[in-house]
């Protein structure tokens, strides 16, 4: 399962759990994969109904694979290689 752009809007208390069920029938059975612009030192105040956001944060994080990418945007084009794009036939 992936989980992309977590954290980005508000959740609500029936998200939460749901997430939570998600979360403990995968755990230590499937891969989850999330990414995420907020850093995870920061999800349990985004999640912030305290008991829940304990219970899916160790569940994320516990035995995880954090990859941190830093630098710009790979989203962004440069323009000396948007340019040089809009050159080719």
Not at 83 to 89: G, I, L, S
Request: proline share 7%; with cysteine.
């Amino acid at each position: 399962m992936v989980i992309d752009d977590f954290a980005i809007a508000p959740v609500t208390d029936m998200q939460r759990s749901d997430l939570l069920e998600l979360l403990e029938d995968r755990y230590g059975a499937r891969a989850t994969i999330v990414t995420s612009q907020l850093d995870p030192t920061h999800w349990h105040d985004y999640l912030a109904e305290p008991t829940l956001a304990d219970a899916i944060c160790d569940r994320l994080l516990n035995n995880a694979h954090r990859l941190a990418l830093k630098g710009p945007s790979r989203r962004k084009e440069e323009p000396s290689k948007k340019k040089e794009t809009e050159k080719q036939p």
